[in-house]
Nanobody, 125 residues
Framework: QVQLVESGGGLVQPGGSLRLSCKASGRPSSNDAVAWFRQAPGKEREFVAADRWGGGSRRLADSASGRFTFTKNTAERTVFLQMNSLKSEDTAVYYC??????????????????WGQGTQVTVSS
């Protein structure tokens, strides 16, 4: 069973940047999906980005397009979410998620079978 551990959250001013990391224990297959979601207080969990561990299926939410970048270091079994030009509305707990295989429903939280513990991102002056 793959386990995921996120890190890199914190407090940042509007317009600033943060880089989140998610490291997988075990050995996910190159065809397995890995994704980032976020959940703000009082809101549902929201899709941010996804890809196969082996690449080739990268997806990015409209809210993240142009500001966030999803990258991977497969040798280290780690994925990253580089977040630039952060806004107050990006404040949320950010979760890394994974599943066996890819799915066209990559944007649904229910598509993923294992999750990290989450890391808080707060954008505030």
């Amino acid at each position: 069973q793959v386990q995921l551990v996120e890190s890199g959250g914190g407090l940042v001013q509007p317009g600033g940047s943060l880089r989140l990391s998610c490291k997988a224990s075990g050995r996910p297959s190159s065809n397995d999906a890995v994704a980032w979601f976020r959940q703000a207080p009082g809101k549902e969990r929201e899709f941010v980005a996804a890809d196969r561990w082996g690449g080739g299926s990268r997806r990015l939410a409209d809210s993240a397009s142009g500001r966030f970048t999803f990258t991977k270091n497969t040798a280290e079994r780690t994925v990253f979410l580089q977040m630039n030009s952060l806004k107050s509305e990006d404040t949320a707990v950010y979760y890394c998620a994974g599943r066996t295989g890819w799915t066209t429903a990559y944007y649904l939280p229910s598509s993923y079978s294992y999750w990290g513990q989450g890391t808080q991102v707060t954008v505030s002056s």
